[in-house]
């Protein structure tokens, strides 16, 4: 495998050394040695920049993957796909799937920018919106441009859903950080078919939700990672929502000394007023989110531009654990269904692997 900008990936359910990864090049790759061998397990799919991806629980074979060049879908363990385009989903830019744990053909689907979520009960022959934000419009505005980044079923109880915005641009033309926000958290109970909004206690962050991870038993607990203000937990499903920090750290902003190329323009972050060729980036911007299914009292967060952190008690505490990464900007993260494989895909640097016990 060669290095480079994995976005997301996923273990199998059966086997943890069957992982699938997807990246901005278009690729799926798949290894079935925990990571020592990596192959191309793209055939037949045509796009770029894949997302998401997922994988039946008990059916591994069957493995869906969503990019901004469409949905598609494998029956043969990513050996060969088919791209998905009926209606009303014939169109690209689609950023989250999720399948429901106890029904393979139950999936839902975000495009990532029009804050809008599509149901399919046949496994993705046909499709029905289930919900689509009111606010968002991104034909002519790019800052009302806003998407679910994560859909995320509930293990113990599939009825239950959780889903986090964030905006397609977090900063507009004139923009300063506190004016880009989105529009958090929503809840399903009833299956995806209906949506409320959860985001008391996240009023003064900018709720563009990044990453979500739902307590494998107890579905009120749930942890989320944003753009940029770090981890929020809920023991109350939702109710409310409670920042988990301690620990995580403000990314320094010599991180990004203005140079030839600038970074901190690239990056859309605004400059320092106290002086100096400096630029500030965001506080804690959690990409991904893992509780290790062995003890869920584990949990692990990838900061962008920090690496990886741990925490035992359940976010109350974390601390970092990078040894042998060569870089700590972490796109996404997989656990072995056994919890004893740690899975972090980068940005250049391809995959690393991390054995827990």
């Known amino acids: 495998m060669n290095p480079g900008e994995p976005i997301s990936g996923v273990v199998s359910p059966v086997d943890p050394m069957t992982v699938f990864i997807n990246s901005y090049d278009g690729a799926v790759l798949k290894t079935t040695d925990g990571g020592q061998t990596w192959v191309d397990a793209s055939r037949g799919y045509t796009g770029a920049d894949m997302r998401d991806i997922t994988i039946s629980p008990d059916s591994p074979h069957i493995v869906y993957a969503v990019s901004k060049s469409g949905i598609a879908r494998s029956y043969s363990g990513g050996e060969d796909w088919e791209e998905i385009a009926y209606p009303p989903i014939r169109e690209p830019n689609w950023y989250a799937i999720a399948m429901n744990p106890l029904a393979r053909d139950e999936l839902l689907v975000a495009h990532d920018r029009r804050g809008s979520i599509h149901k399919s009960s046949d496994g993705g022959n046909s499709w029905n919106l289930v919900f689509e934000h009111p606010e968002v419009d991104d034909r002519f505005v790019r800052e009302k441009a806003h998407g679910f980044k994560s859909i995320v079923y509930s293990s113990s109880e599939t009825n239950i859903i959780y889903a986090g915005m964030a905006r397609v641009y977090l900063l507009g033309t004139g923009e300063v950080r506190s004016e880009a926000k989105s529009f958090g958290i929503y809840k399903s109970t009833d299956g995806g078919d ?131 990464l060569t870089t700590r900007a972490i796109y996404s993260m997989a656990i072995s269904s056994d919890g004893r494989v740690l899975y972090a895909a980068t940005s250049g640097e391809g995959v690393f692997r991390l054995l827990l016990w």
Not at 214 to 239: C, L, M, Q, R, S
Not at 265 to 271: D, R, V
Not at 277 to 306: G, K
Request: one cysteine or more; a negative charge; charged letters at 15%.
């Open 194 to 324: 209906n949506w409320q909004e959860k985001n008391t206690g996240l009023e003064g962050t900018s709720k563009n939700i990044h990453c979500i991870a739902v307590h494998p038993t107890n579905p009120d607990i749930v942890y989320i990672g944003t753009a940029h203000d770090g981890a929020f937990k809920t023991n109350d499903g939702g109710e409310t929502w409670t920042a988990i920090n301690n620990g995580l750290v403000e990314c320094p902003s010599y991180l990004q000394r203005v140079g030839a190329v600038n970074p901190g323009i690239s990056l859309n972050i605004p400059k320092r007023t106290t002086g100096g060729n400096y630029y500030s980036l965001p506080w804690s911007n959690i990409e991904s989110i893992v509780i290790d299914p062995s003890d869920s009292q584990t949990v692990y967060a990838a900061d962008f531009y920090l690496g990886v952190y741990m925490s035992t008690d359940g976010g109350e505490n974390w601390l970092p654990i990078n040894d042998g």
